[in-house]
């Protein structure tokens, strides 16, 4: 039996025993998704411990959705129950800023959320306070190394190291994602995506390469204070320059840039964007990302793999996938695709494709080599793409993160302007950010708040 076992080694790479979809790969052997290793167990059991606190928390002291408070009338916010509940909980953050909107709340929700409520858990017996992924990660006794697994795990797929996480908005986001647990991808890419909605709207004025740079919301202000007059702005409309200095106006703006365009002030707002929106804007993060895809002549991984976690490893998740190619005439495409996000990828910036590509494959090497073939991934290498999206001019990242001390502040972002300026984009999501669908929806929330707002006033005119 020990000689079998031996036999098999000679061709088999390091692996814990049994193949999965998704695995591991942790100080040089590949491990099942729910594998016996004590450092895997532990970080699982950690990532669950951030769902069971959440569902512990009263909900109505935390839970609060931006369709929640952008639909509800002032009257309806403050109603008696929600104020009662403020008062309970001496810690409404949404209320707090709906109420009293100023820089002062703002600060004292960076500060820490206190909500003075025993749970009657002997975890939560401390005051419930939101705190750095880092912290709760310390404060239930995981070491560093359960720390890089659960990274590999939650923090790489969310683009944010555990310092910059923050506890709130990772257990309110895992919590609030009803999106089923499976993985699609477009057979065509996304572009089908795209494609099927311009169709849809096929009547609009699209303008393309039309950077805004400028965004002047004066309107109602100029108009009562004389203060301003153009002749392109004669009523209360938004003025949009571009590039180009070129002008267009609209009674409705919906902003759909990424965070970070945001962030640098690509766009200058006239007059500034109040406080509580700058806040918000400066406080969630956006972190970096890059993806490497390679195309192989053979397939030197399980049939049933699907994706590896990999532990401190050059990239951090590796996807495979085989399919046959929808033209006869070409081969079996054989893809692997690395990916990773925040420091690790910020720190890989200056390196050209070819080093990550080097670096990437030797990774692969690592993982899949047996004696019998030590570079089963640079054998059967045939091209690759790569790209870091840090450095796209126009996104300048990958997407947002669930953000230590953020709690609440993505209502902030996603809330309009004035009845004017609208915001829509991954990063107003509050469901779930970083992904195509969720930007999506708050797409379509945003243009909803415009057709009731629109609708309103054709009622009231
Ligand atoms: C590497 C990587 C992998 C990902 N994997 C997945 C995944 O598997 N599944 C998933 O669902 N999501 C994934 N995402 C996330 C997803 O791509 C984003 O969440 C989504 O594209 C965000 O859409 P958005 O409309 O908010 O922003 P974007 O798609 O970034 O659109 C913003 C637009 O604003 C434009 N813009 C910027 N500045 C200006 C300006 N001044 N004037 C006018 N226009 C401007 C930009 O050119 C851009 O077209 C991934 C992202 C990355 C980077």
Request: charged fraction near 25%.
């Amino acid at each position: 039996m020990i000689a079998q076992n031996k036999a098999l080694s000679l061709e088999c790479y390091a692996c814990e025993g049994i193949e999965d979809e998704y695995m591991f790969y942790y100080n040089g052997e590949l491990h099942p998704l729910l594998s016996g290793h004590p450092d895997i167990q532990k970080a699982w059991k950690t990532w669950d411990e951030i769902i069971f606190f959440w569902e512990k928390v009263p909900k109505n002291d935390i839970l609060q959705s931006a369709e929640h408070l952008h639909k509800a009338d002032k009257e309806e916010m403050f109603s008696e129950d929600s104020l009662e509940v403020a008062v309970n909980c001496q810690a409404q953050p949404d209320l707090i800023s709906v109420k009293n909107s100023g820089a002062e709340e703002m600060e004292e929700r960076k500060q820490g959320i206190e909500c003075g409520q025993n749970t009657g858990d002997d975890d939560l017996k401390d005051p419930v306070r939101d705190m750095s992924m880092q912290e709760w990660l310390e404060r239930q006794q995981c070491n560093k190394d359960v720390i890089a697994v659960f990274d590999a795990l939650y923090c790489q797929t969310v683009a944010a190291a555990p310092r910059q996480m923050g506890l709130f908005e990772s257990a309110r986001e895992e919590n609030a994602w009803n999106y089923g647990s499976g993985n699609y991808r477009l057979a065509d890419s996304y572009s089908q995506l795209v494609e099927h909605l311009l169709n849809k709207c096929t009547k609009v004025d699209k303008r393309l390469c039309w950077q805004v740079k400028e965004i002047d919301w004066t309107g109602d202000i100029a108009h009562n204070t004389d203060e301003k007059q153009d002749k392109f702005n004669p009523g209360e409309k938004v003025c949009l320059k571009n590039q180009h200095g070129e002008m267009l106006t609209a009674k409705y703006v919906i902003i759909t840039v990424p965070l970070t365009i945001l962030q640098d002030g690509d766009i200058s707002f006239i007059p500034s964007l109040p406080a509580n929106k700058k806040s918000a804007i400066d406080t969630i993060r956006m972190g970096g990302a890059l993806k490497i895809v390679c195309r192989f002549k053979s397939q030197f991984w399980p049939d049933s793999l699907n994706l590896i976690y990999s532990v401190r490893g050059f990239v951090s998740q590796i996807w495979m996938y085989s399919r046959d190619s929808a033209d006869s005439d070409d081969d079996k495409c054989h893809l692997v695709a690395g990916f990773q996000t925040a420091e690790p990828a910020e720190e890989k910036i200056e390196l050209s494709g070819q080093e990550v590509l080097d670096g990437f494959l030797e990774h692969l090497d690592e993982i899949f080599r047996t004696d019998l073939n030590p570079h089963p991934a640079t054998d059967s290498f045939m091209d690759y793409v790569y790209y870091h999206w840090s450095k796209h001019p126009f996104i300048r990242g990958g997407y947002s993160s669930p953000t230590a001390h953020a709690y609440g502040l993505r209502d902030e972002l996603a809330r309009p302007v004035d009845d004017r300026l609208f915001f829509a984009g991954e990063a107003t999501s509050v469901t779930a950010c970083a992904t195509v669908h969720t930007a999506m929806e708050t797409g379509f929330r945003a243009a909803r708040e415009v057709c009731n707002l629109s609708a309103e006033r054709v009622h009231t005119e």
